[in-house]
């Protein structure tokens, strides 16, 4: 294995002044890093920090300033090179319901070039021996996840990536994923992986990197973690429904980005400033019926963004 | 700091193998995708109902018009694939990104070791032998049950008529492609696709003769834009095919014979072919910029 060496590693994944905007929101403001060969490195911050983009850019799916490297393979200019060397975790699997395990592990197998029966064995690696002919729709949100952990694990990349991989599952679920993260780890896979979970934190990260709006706060181990969390927080709001556009269009007016997911609008909200959101809205002349703070273990899947 | 690239230990084909490979990948899954989607299958069934019901029809009146009962099933199935192939072509093109990309599947697949353009083209390339699968069905029992009835005369107008038919699916494919990569939303592409289909099946013909009443067109600027429809090219080109005159499509069909002649068939190819590769082109060069968020 080749590489440039960051101390006593080498290294894997190298981002370098990334900035990544999404219209007027700035979704990443100058991030760099480096994660080396074996080392589990955390994204850590509230919704909207920057977290999921930054996994996103590392993939090269989204294009971005800046340079990230993977394995010496620019994401940009080589990105199936370095793609080869990532497997990739998303918040939720998103194959068609209808699709079956077998299917889908087909698939990503032809994409990777690996041998059928290698494909096969990945299921059985992650417990889902069996389940080949189960529709997507079929397995619970733990199952998906080890399904969607299979699918990365495919090729045997050196490198995972993982986008809050835990966030749709109950407490079994989450430890058997986060169970067979450690052990991917202790074989010596480089893992990058996006969490506002401090247990999932504290098991599997080597360090953490503290994110606020999109700039890397704090470079810190996790057991320094607890202290001091996230310094935003996500603040649900419910408006007359038929309000809820234009409300939403306000929000975003102000420079904050929001999510409208059904059950209201989502916004990240900074202690200290928690009554803005409501003030924008009230100036714009839209009624606010409720608003609630979640907490963070409860806070959305996904990243908010414009 | 300097970083040599690393290689896994089993890499996959590299180059021209490895574009094909991907290409080939992405196109059975979009085919597979678009055989289990209901709304395609069902355009494909009305297609086919209605080509062998042409067929049948064409047989009872054998003999009572001049033209084979090949002939005579290719003019009667020219309407039918002018409304029917666009529709179908147009829709499946719409739903090839857009939905996927609502799903959150375009990201995990463009996360995979594939390009973007073997992402597009595979699902070009998928939907286009859904598509022409369909079409050879139709036209395939059509065909059967002619020559088992009828004999074989006439057949080779039918073939032009199916290779031009085929021409015009791939061109409509190609626009839906582009309005789905345009298109935030799946609903808002296929909705779309239907106006597209509206405008060029009945809004250009009257535009046309809207235009020539009110701008006093001349004949060759009415030829020139009524062959830019690709639904026109392929009418003409097949009428070009059944007929050797387009006398029936009044003064455009006229000069486009005196003034084109035997290179009016390479126009129209020209045409159809361009509808493929512009749209196609065009949607390349989108989708390799937008976000697949």
Sequence with gaps: ?306 | MTSAAMTLRSSPPTGLRGFARSLRVVAIKELVDALSSRWFLVNAAVFGLLAVGLSFVSLAGAGVSGLSGFGRTAAGMLNIVLLVVPLMALTAGAATVAGERERGMLVYMLAQPVSRAEVLLGKYLGAAAALVGSLCLGFGASAILMAWRGGTDGIQPFVAFFFFTVLLALSMLAVGVLISVLARRSGVAVGIAVFVWLTLTLLTDLGLMAGTLAFRLRVEELFSLAVANPLQACKMAAMQQMHASLDILGPAGLYAMQTHGEHLRVILLAVLAGWIVVPLAASLAVFSRRSPL
């Design chain 1, 1 to 306: 294995m080749q590489g440039g060496k960051k101390g006593s590693l080498h290294v894997m994944i190298s981002v370098s002044h990334l900035r990544k905007r999404f219209g007027r929101i700035r979704a990443v403001d100058g991030v760099s890093f480096e994660v080396g060969t074996g080392e589990a490195v955390a994204l850590w911050g509230a919704n909207g920090a920057g977290k999921t983009t930054i996994i996103r850019c590392v993939l090269g799916v989204v294009r971005f300033d800046g340079r990230i490297s993977v394995g010496g393979h620019d994401v940009l200019r080589r990105g199936k090179s370095a793609r080869h060397l990532l497997g990739y975790v998303p918040q939720e699997l998103a194959f068609h319901d209808e699709m079956r395990a077998g299917a889908a592990i087909r698939l990503v197998a032809s994409l990777r070039a690996t041998p059928l029966a290698d494909a096969m064995t990945a299921l059985e690696r992650v417990g889902l021996e069996g389940c080949a002919g189960r529709r997507v729709r079929e397995l619970s949100g733990g199952m998906k996840q080890r399904l969607a952990l299979a699918l990365a694990l495919l090729a045997d990349p050196p490198a995972i990536l993982l986008d809050e991989p835990t966030s749709n599952l109950d407490r079994s679920g989450r430890d058997d994923v986060v169970r067979m993260l450690v052990e991917l780890k202790r074989a010596g896979k480089t893992v990058l992986f996006a969490s506002h979970r401090p247990e999932e934190v504290a098991a599997l990260a080597d360090r953490v990197l503290v994110l606020e709006r999109g700039r890397i706060v704090d470079n810190r181990s996790p057991d320094r973690l607890g202290a001091a969390g996230p310094s935003f927080r996500t603040m649900r709001l419910r408006v007359p429904h038929a309000q809820n556009d234009a409300a939403a269009t306000a929000l975003r007016a102000e420079g904050l980005p929001v999510e409208n997911n059904g059950h209201g609008l989502c916004v990240n909200v900074a202690h200290g400033a928690k009554a803005g959101p409501i003030r924008i809205l009230v100036g714009a002349g839209i009624d606010v019926d409720d608003f609630e703070l979640l907490p963070l273990s409860d806070a959305h899947d996904q990243e908010i963004l414009p």
